[in-house]
C-alpha cells in the first residue's frame, strides 16, 4: 500500500530517505514526501505523482538535517493532492508518516476538532498526528504520547513519528501493517520492507504486532503490546543487494520473468535429494501435522489465489484428500465449515496482504495446523502460522506478480509430495515427480526462448479491448492468471473461462475484435480442447494457442499456433505460464503503460 522509510543518524538523511522512497514505490506512487529535523524545526517537502516529483521539489529546495521519516503514497482517504501526501504534522511541533488504515478516524476526528485542532488533509492520518500533540500539550512525555495515543486507533497502522522537543528519537509503531527496524552502525532506519535500506544495512528487526519502538543513532528500544520492553533478534538479509536492481532489462518485470529458471531452482535447493522430498523443509513438526490432515483448505488472493486452484487439482490428484481454495476476502467474512484435520494453507508473495493474514487469525483456532507458502522471511504470515514453506523468489518490484506465481507452484507441488507421502503416495511417484521437477529450470528457459515469436505476436492484441483465456484442468487456472496480467499491465479487458464452458455463454461474445487465448498442452484433455477450439472458428474468433503438440494443432486462418516445450505433465501449468507472461509484458510495452507500476495498483496490499 503505502511506503515508510526513517532514519536517525549522524549525517544527512534526505538521499538515504529518498533512496528508500525510490525502492518502496511499488507500494504506492501517486504523492510522496519528506519531513527533516533541520537543526531549529521540521521542515517538510510533499509533492504529487511519483517519488520523482519530490527528488525534483527536493532538488530545488534541499531538506539538510539528520533525523527525517518519508513516504510514498497509495490513496485509501482522500485524493492523491499534495495536502493529503504524508508526513502530516501538527502544528510545526511534530510530524508523521503512516502506512495503514485508521478505522476509526471520523469519531477521533470530532473529539480533536471539538479540541480546536485544525485539518488541512482529507487523510485518516492526521487524526494520529494530532491525537499525539493533544497529550503532549498535556504534558505527557513523547513516548507514552505516542503510546496512548495508538492504544485509540482502530486499523490498521505502521508509524513513523518526529518531533521538535526530541531531534535525537525516532519514534515508531506498528499494528497490522508491515515495519522493519533497520540496525546500522552509528544510525539506525524503519521501513516498510528490508528493500527500502539495503543501501545502507543488512541487518533487520522485524516487529511484533502491537510493538513500539525508540530509537537514537546508538540505541533501538522496543516495547510489546503490553507495555513490556522485549528484545527482538536481528536478522541478516538473505539476498544479494542486487537482486533488486533492474540491470540490463528495460522493466523489472521482464527481469524477474527472465529469473524464473534461478528461482524455482532457489525454491527446490535444500529441498529435495536423493529423489525425495526434505519434508523438515516446512519446519519443526511438520511430518505429525502432515499425518494427520484429511482436508486442505487454501486462501490466497490475485496471483496467489491462482496458484492456490492449481494446488487443487494437484492435491486430490496425487494426495486423493479434499482441498477447498478460496479468496481471502470472501473467506475472512463468511462462516466456514471445515472438518476435522483441516490443514488451512495461505499463499502469499509479500506475507502481509491484509486479507489473508486476517483468514488466518480468524480461523487459526480452528484448524489442525496452519501453514504459510510464502516469499518474504519473517512477514506475518511467516511468523503467524505454525509451519511455512519459503519460495526463495528474491525480492519482486514488478506489481504484476510472476516469478512470485511460479515459485508458489513449485512450493505447492513440494507441498503435494509432503502429504502425499503421508497418505500413501508411492516412493516411485514421489521420485518420478522429484526428477520433472529437476528438469524445471531448462523447461522454463527453453519457454522463455519462445520471448521474439510472442514479442511478434503481442501486435495483434494492441489495438483490441477485450479478449479471452481459455485452458482445461490445471490450465484453467493458469489461464485466469494469463488473463489477470493482460488486465493488469496492458488494462485490455480479459477474461477467462474453462474451455467447456465456453458453449454455456461466453461463445456470444466471440467474433473477429476478440482474440481467444488457450493453453493447449498435449496431455488426455487435448482433444477435448480442440473440439472447443474449433466452436470459436466456427464463430471467427482469432484463435492463439500456446500448444504443447503442435503437429496435431496446426495453424491455419484465423488460428495462430506457437509451440511450448514439450514436458512432464505435472510441470505443464508452470510453464506454460511463462509465454502468457511474455505476451501480457509485450501487449504492455506495445500499448506503452507503467509496466513495473500500473495504474491503481500497490504491490503489496495491507489494507481491506
Ligand atoms: C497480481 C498480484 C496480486 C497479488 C495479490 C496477493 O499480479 O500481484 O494479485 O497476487 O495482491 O498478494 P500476496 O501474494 O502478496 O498475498
Redesign the pocket.
Known amino acids: 500500500m503505502c511506503g515508510i522509510v526513517g532514519a536517525v543518524a549522524a549525517r544527512p538523511v534526505s538521499e538515504i530517505l529518498l533512496e528508500g522512497l525510490r525502492r518502496l514505490e511499488y507500494r504506492g506512487y501517486d504523492s510522496a514526501g519528506m519531513a527533516v529535523w533541520n537543526g531549529e524545526a521540521i521542515d517538510r517537502r510533499r509533492a504529487t505523482g511519483k517519488v520523482q516529483s519530490l527528488a525534483d521539489a527536493l532538488a530545488e529546495q534541499p531538506l539538510p538535517g539528520s533525523l527525517g521519516i518519508a513516504h510514498t503514497r497509495w490513496a485509501t482517504h482522500g485524493k492523491p493532492e499534495e495536502r493529503n501526501a504524508h508526513p502530516h504534522m501538527s502544528g510545526p511541533r511534530l510530524a508523521i508518516v503512516h502506512n495503514g488504515i485508521i478505522e476509526n478516524f471520523e469519531v477521533l476526528k470530532r473529539e480533536l476538532i471539538g479540541k480546536g485542532f485544525e485539518f488541512t488533509s482529507e487523510t485518516d492520518t492526521e487524526v494520529v498526528a494530532h491525537l499525539i500533540c493533544d497529550q503532549l500539550n498535556s504534558g505527557v512525555e513523547l513516548l507514552d504520547a505516542v503510546r496512548n495515543s495508538v492504544t485509540r486507533l482502530e486499523g490498521a497502522f505502521a508509524l513513523g513519528v518526529i518531533e521538535q522537543d526530541h531531534p535525537d528519537r525516532l519514534i515508531c509503531a506498528r499494528q497490522g501493517s508491515p515495519l522493519v527496524v533497520g540496525v546500522g552502525i552509528g544510525e539506525n532506519f524503519i521501513a516498510s520492507d528490508q528493500l527500502a535500506l539495503l543501501q545502507v544495512t543488512d541487518r533487520f528487526i522485524f516487529l511484533d504486532e502491537g510493538d513500539f519502538a525508540c530509537l537514537t543513532t546508538d540505541k533501538i528500544q522496543i516495547w510489546d503490546k503490553d507495555a513490556q520492553p522485549v528484545e527482538r533478534e536481528i536478522h541478516q538479509y538473505e539476498h544479494g543487494v542486487s537482486a533488486a536492481d533492474k540491470g540490463e532489462f528495460k522493466h523489472y518485470m521482464l527481469k524477474e520473468i527472465y529469473e524464473q529458471p534461478t528461482v524455482v531452482k532457489a525454491t527446490m535447493e535444500g529441498r529435495i535429494a536423493n529423489g525425495r522430498l526434505l519434508e523438515q523443509a516446512f519446519g519443526a513438526g511438520a511430518g505429525e501435522i502432515f499425518d494427520k490432515v484429511k482436508q486442505v483448505q487454501i486462501v490466497?488472493?490475485?496471483?496467489?489465489y491462482h496458484a492456490g486452484l492449481v494446488a487443487k487439482y494437484w492435491i486430490e490428484d496425487l494426495v486423493g484428500i479434499p482441498c477447498l481454495v478460496e479468496v481471502a476476502s470472501e473467506f475472512r467474512y463468511r462462516k466456514v465449515v471445515l472438518s476435522e484435520g483441516t490443514l488451512f494453507l495461505s499463499v502469499?508473495?509479500?506475507g502481509e496482504?491484509a486479507d489473508?493474514l486476517a483468514a488466518l487469525r480468524e480461523i487459526k483456532d480452528k484448524v489442525l495446523a496452519s501453514l504459510t507458502v510464502c516469499n518474504v522471511p519473517g512477514s506475518s504470515l511467516v511468523r503467524e502460522s505454525d509451519l511455512s514453506l519459503m519460495t526463495n523468489a528474491g525480492p519482486e518490484i514488478g506489481?504484476?506478480?510472476t516469478k512470485?506465481f511460479t515459485t508458489q507452484l513449485v512450493g505447492l507441488l513440494l507441498t503435494t509430495l509432503a502429504l502425499g507421502r503421508r497418505h500413501g503416495m508411492t516412493e516411485e511417484k514421489e521420485a518420478e515427480i522429484v526428477a520433472a521437477l529437476q528438469t524445471l529450470p531448462e523447461k522454463l528457459e527453453e519457454a522463455l526462448a519462445m520471448d521474439a515469436d510472442i514479442e511478434a505476436m503481442s501486435a495483434a492484441f494492441a489495438e483490441k479491448h477485450h479478449s479471452l483465456f481459455l485452458g482445461r484442468g490445471p490450465l484453467y487456472p493458469v489461464a485466469m492468471e494469463g488473463a489477470?496480467?493482460l488486465k493488469?499491465i496492458s488494462y485490455i479487458h480479459a477474461e477467462s473461462y474453462p474451455a467447456g464452458e465456453l458453449k454455456h455463454g461466453p461463445l456470444a461474445l466471440v467474433d473477429k475484435d476478440m482474440p481467444v487465448v488457450t493453453v493447449a498442452p498435449k496431455n488426455g484433455m487435448l482433444d477435448k480442447l480442440k473440439a472447443n477450439l474449433q466452436e470459436v472458428q466456427a464463430r471467427g474468433g482469432e484463435l492463439f494457442v500456446f500448444a504443447g503438440d503442435s503437429d496435431n494443432l496446426q495453424p491455419e486462418e484465423g488460428v495462430h499456433v506457437l509451440q511450448v516445450p514439450d514436458v512432464a505433465p505435472i510441470l505443464e501449468a508452470i510453464v506454460y505460464t511463462v509465454p502468457l507472461q511474455l505476451l501480457s509484458y509485450y501487449v504492455a510495452v506495445l500499448k506503452g503503460t507503467d509496466v513495473d507500476q500500473p495504474r491503481n495498483l500497490a504491490k503489496?496490499?495491507t489494507v481491506e
Do not use: F, W
Open positions: 490466497a488472493c490475485g496471483t496467489s502469499s508473495q509479500s496482504t489473508t506489481v504484476a506478480s512470485a489477470l496480467k493488469e503489496s496490499v
